[in-house]
C-alpha cells in the first residue's frame, strides 16, 4: 500500500500541472470551502475571476502574492481495495507456488485467493478513483493588471483489471486439493459450504480452478488439509478448531463479497501467474503563464480575462499489482522517460455585479454581489503518450469551465459566499467528474486599519458523485501590508490504509502575501 501512496505522490512533486477540476488555489479560497468567485481580490483573483482585478477605495491595488496547496481525493474504495491485494500478494504468491506440485491448498490459501477475488470484484463493480494536486502559483498586480506563473501538479489514479488471467490450471499450473477423507471440524466447512452453494459461485470456483467439486468438497478439503498440517507440527486439537473457525468465516465472508465477480469467471481462463491487474497513474503536467486585466465597464459592471501560454507535458506509469517487483523510484522514472510536451495557448473571461451599483434606486440590504468566471474557455487539448496499459490513449483536452458565485456582507467585517460549478468538469480520471458546490464565510475577529485578523469556515461537495462533505477552515494575519495566510480541508467520510481510517479527501494550503 505505501508503493502505491508514495507513486502518486512522487508522480505529482515530480512536475507541474494543472488540475481539470476547479482547483481551489489559495489559502483563503480554501479556508471557505472554494466559495471565492466573487470574492477574489488582489493576485488571487487572476485565478479565480480576472474582473476581481478592478478595485476601488484603494484596496489590495498592488501586491504580490506566492502560496503553495495540496489537494487528494479518494473516491469508494480503491485505497482500501488496493491496501486489500498488497495485504495478501504475499499469500497470493505462495498460492502460485504451489501450482504444478503436490502440495495441497489448504484454508490460508483459500483465505488469499477469496480476499483476492473479493478485491477484484471491488474494482470491477465500484466507481474507483483517487485525484492528487500540488499548485504553486506566483502573482504580481498592479492597478488592473497581473501577470503569473502558475505551476500545478495533478495525478489520477484508475484501476485496470484483469479478468482473464485469474486461473489456477492447464499443464503444469494446477492447484491440488485434498478430498481424500472429510474434515473433523464440520461447523466449520458449513460455514464456507452455506456461501459457496448460492448462486453460482462454486462454478466459477471450479472454472478458476480447473476442478469439478462440489460445495462440500470444497470446504472440506479446505478445512482437512489446514487440520492435517497442524497435527502435524503438533498442535492441540483445541487450537486448531479455533484457528479453522476463524479462517472459514472469513474466507465465507469474502467470497460472499466477490459473488458477482465469481459468477462471470469463464470456463477457459489464464493463469493468475500472469494477472495483470494494475493501478494506473495519469499525470497531466501544465505551467501556465498569464498577463490578466480587469475593467469597470460601467458602474456595478467589472469584466476581466487572462490571455496564457501553457506548457503542457503528460506522463503515465503503470504498478501491476500481483505481479510487479519494481520499486517505486523504478515506477516513477518509467512515466517520465516517454512524455509528450506541448505549448497551447488559452483564455479566460471574468464578470463581476455589483448590485447596488447597477441597480442604485433600488438598496438590496447585504451588498449583494454575482459573479461568473470561466476558465479555458478555448479547451487546449495536449498529446498523451501511447500505452497499451490505457484504454484511453485520445488528447487529453483542459475543457472549459464555467463557476458562478455570489457574496453578501452582512457586516462591514462579515462576508457570505457561495459557489457552483455551473457544468460538470472532467476529470484526469476517465471516470471521475466533478461539479463543486461551496459554501463560505469570512469573519474578521479584529478589524483594524494596520491589523486584521481574519477566520474562515466552509463546506463543499461534489455534485456530479457520490461523496462525502468536505469541511475547511483558515485564518489570516494581516499586519499593515504583510498578509499570512493558512487553511486546511478534509471530509467527514474516511478511507482505510494500512489499517489506519484517514479522510477520503484532505488538503492545506498556505501563502504569503504584500499586498498595498
Known amino acids: 500500500m505505501k508503493k502505491i501512496i508514495i507513486i502518486v505522490v512522487g508522480l505529482t512533486i515530480c512536475c507541474a500541472a494543472y ?21 477574489a481580490d488582489g493576485p488571487a483573483a487572476q485565478q479565480w475571476n480576472p474582473a476581481g482585478l478592478v478595485q476601488e477605495e484603494n484596496i489590495n491595488e498592488t501586491g504580490v502574492s506566492l502560496s503553495v496547496s495540496a489537494f487528494a481525493s479518494a473516491t469508494n474504495d480503491l485505497l482500501e481495495v488496493a491496501d486489500a491485494i498488497n495485504s495478501v500478494y504475499n499469500e497470493v504468491k505462495d498460492t502460485q507456488r504451489k501450482m504444478g506440485t503436490a502440495n495441497y491448498v489448504n484454508l490460508a490459501d483459500g483465505k488469499a485467493l477469496s480476499k483476492s477475488f473479493e478485491a477484484l470484484d471491488k474494482l470491477i463493480n465500484g466507481k474507483q478513483a483517487v485525484l492528487a494536486s500540488v499548485d504553486v502559483p506566483f502573482g504580481i498586480k498592479i492597478k488592473n493588471f497581473a501577470f503569473s506563473v502558475n505551476n500545478y501538479a495533478t495525478a489520477g489514479i484508475t484501476p485496470v483489471v484483469d479478468t482473464y488471467n485469474i486461473g489456477f490450471q492447464g499443464a503444469g499450473n494446477t492447484l491440488q486439493f485434498n478430498t481424500a477423507a472429510p474434515a473433523s471440524n464440520q461447523m466449520a466447512v458449513g460455514v464456507i459450504k452455506d456461501v459457496v452453494s448460492t448462486g453460482n459461485i462454486m462454478v466459477g470456483l471450479n472454472n478458476a480452478f480447473g476442478t469439478s467439486m462440489t460445495a462440500d468438497q470444497f470446504a472440506n478439503a479446505l478445512v482437512y488439509q489446514t487440520e492435517q498440517e497442524m497435527l502435524a507440527r503438533g498442535i492441540n486439537p483445541a487450537q486448531i478448531d479455533e484457528y479453522v473457525q476463524k479462517y472459514s468465516k472469513e474466507i465465507a465472508d469474502a467470497l460472499a463479497k466477490g459473488k458477482p465477480f465469481l459468477e462471470d469467471i469463464p470456463a477457459a481462463t489464464g493463469s493468475y501467474k500472469d494477472n495483470q491487474t494494475a493501478v494506473l497513474a495519469d499525470v497531466g503536467a501544465f505551467s501556465e503563464i498569464s498577463l490578466g486585466y480587469g475593467h469597470k465597464f460601467f458602474d456595478g459592471v467589472k469584466v476581466g480575462g487572462n490571455i496564457k501560454a501553457i506548457r503542457g507535458e503528460m506522463a503515465r506509469a503503470g504498478y501491476y499489482l500481483f505481479n510487479d517487483d519494481k520499486d517505486v523510484q523504478d515506477v516513477i522514472s518509467d512515466a517520465f522517460d516517454e512524455t509528450k510536451v506541448s505549448w497551447k ?8 455585479l455589483d448590485i447596488n451599483e447597477l441597480v442604485p434606486v433600488v438598496h438590496i440590504p447585504f451588498s449583494p454581489k454575482l459573479a461568473l468566471s470561466a476558465r479555458n474557455i478555448n479547451s487546449p487539448k495536449f498529446d498523451r503518450p501511447q500505452s497499451s496499459k490505457f484504454v484511453n ?21 462579515w462576508t457570505v459566499a457561495a459557489d457552483v460549478d455551473l457544468v460538470k468538469n472532467n476529470t484526469i480520471l476517465d471516470n471521475y467528474d466533478s461539479q463543486m458546490f461551496a459554501l463560505g464565510t469570512e469573519i474578521n475577529v479584529v478589524n483594524a486599519s494596520a491589523f486584521n485578523l481574519p477566520l474562515r469556515f466552509g463546506v463543499m461537495k461534489n455534485m456530479a458523485e457520490t461523496s462525502d462533505y468536505t469541511l475547511t477552515a483558515g485564518l489570516g494575519l494581516n499586519l499593515v501590508h504583510l498578509h499570512i495566510d493558512l487553511a486546511g480541508a478534509y471530509s467527514t467520510g474516511t478511507v482505510t490504509v494500512d489499517d489506519e481510517k484517514i479522510p477520503s479527501q484532505f488538503g492545506a494550503s498556505l501563502a504569503l502575501s504584500l499586498l498595498f
Open 19 to 39: 488540475a481539470e477540476q476547479w482547483h481551489i488555489s489559495g489559502p483563503r479560497a480554501m479556508g471557505m470551502g472554494g466559495a471565492f468567485t466573487a470574492v
Open 345 to 352: 495557448p488559452a483564455l479566460d473571461l471574468g464578470l463581476l
Open 393 to 413: 490513449n485520445d488528447a487529453y483536452s483542459l475543457d472549459g469551465q464555467y463557476r458562478a458565485g455570489v457574496a453578501l456582507k452582512p457586516f462591514n467585517f
